[in-house]
């Protein structure tokens, strides 16, 4: 049917059904393609740049992946592999923030990944192996399906945001922007902001907030 999309990758055959026989699989392909990603950004990554990684054509990659999307969602749900899933304890709090302190080291190895993550979630094989995993963690928990569906999303898109807010912050104009802020608390002239970044101290003296914030938001979404 004209203008009907074709189904995910994960849905189709792992080479065109014409052509030489496969030489190379989806899985090296899209490892190169992580690998070029976390050296030089994921502008780097286009057809052309990967098949001189992998030493080859760049029409000959079409044989495997029909477009630079297709190799993104593949790309993204290769470090959903990553995760460690150990079976569910008693405390599904422990266990949601133990998932996003995951997500927040597979983030900050793969430095593109957390744009992704907000931009264009993927859900293939390892995707759903870890969606699978969070719902046996809330399985004894009284919120509706589509609240523990939610909590999912509100993990990742929260940990993204936090690892983004990382990597940024080593820009020197976001340092700039933080002097600044500084000197406006120590000058008196904001009470109100020299009191919430004095309290912000006080709880949190190395800065880190992302475990306090996490499980505030996840509890407000599963009730």
Same mark, same amino acid.
């Given at each position: 049917?004209?203008?009907? *999309?074709e189904? =995910?990758i994960?849905l189709r055959?792992?080479q065109?059904?014409?052509? *030489?026989?496969?030489e !190379?699989?989806?899985?090296e392909i899209?490892a190169?393609?992580?690998?070029l990603a976390?050296r030089?950004g994921?502008?780097?990554v286009?057809?052309r740049?990967l098949? +001189?990684?992998l030493?080859? +054509?760049a029409a000959s990659l079409?044989?495997?992946?029909a477009?630079r999307? %297709?190799?993104?969602d593949l790309?993204i749900?290769?470090t $959903?592999?990553e995760y460690? @899933?150990?079976a569910?304890?008693?405390?599904?709090?422990?266990?949601?923030?133990?998932? $996003?302190l995951?997500? !927040?080291?597979i983030m !900050?190895?793969?430095?593109?990944l957390?744009?992704?993550?907000? #931009? !264009?979630? /993927?859900?293939?094989?390892?995707?759903?192996?870890? @969606?699978e995993?969070?719902?046996?963690? @809330? $399985?004894?928990?009284?919120a509706?399906p589509?609240?523990k569906?939610?909590?999912?999303a509100v993990?990742n898109?929260l #940990?993204?945001?936090? =690892?983004?807010?990382?990597l940024?912050?080593?820009?020197? %104009?976001?340092?700039r922007?933080?002097?600044?802020?500084?000197?406006v /608390?120590?000058? +008196?002239t904001?009470?109100?902001?020299?009191? @919430?970044l004095a309290?912000?101290?006080?709880?949190?003296p190395s +800065?880190?907030?992302f475990?306090?914030?996490?499980t505030?938001a996840?509890?407000? =979404?599963?009730?």
């Amino acid at each position: 049917m004209a203008g009907q *999309r074709e189904p =995910v990758i994960w849905l189709r055959p792992e080479q065109a059904p014409v052509g *030489r026989p496969a030489e !190379r699989s989806r899985a090296e392909i899209t490892a190169a393609a992580v690998e070029l990603a976390d050296r030089e950004g994921l502008d780097a990554v286009s057809m052309r740049r990967l098949a +001189g990684a992998l030493g080859t +054509g760049a029409a000959s990659l079409y044989r495997y992946v029909a477009t630079r999307d %297709d190799l993104l969602d593949l790309m993204i749900d290769s470090t $959903a592999g990553e995760y460690r @899933l150990p079976a569910p304890s008693d405390d599904w709090q422990a266990d949601l923030l133990e998932i $996003a302190l995951q997500a !927040r080291q597979i983030m !900050r190895r793969h430095p593109w990944l957390p744009i992704l993550v907000v #931009t !264009r979630p /993927a859900l293939g094989p390892h995707g759903t192996d870890l @969606l699978e995993h969070l719902l046996d963690v @809330l $399985a004894g928990h009284p919120a509706e399906p589509a609240r523990k569906l939610e909590a999912f999303a509100v993990l990742n898109a929260l #940990t993204a945001l936090f =690892v983004q807010n990382e990597l940024a912050a080593a820009d020197p %104009d976001a340092q700039r922007q933080s002097a600044y802020l500084s000197h406006v /608390a120590t000058a +008196g002239t904001h009470p109100r902001i020299s009191a @919430l970044l004095a309290a912000t101290q006080a709880e949190h003296p190395s +800065g880190d907030r992302f475990a306090t914030v996490l499980t505030r938001a996840l509890t407000g =979404v599963l009730g």
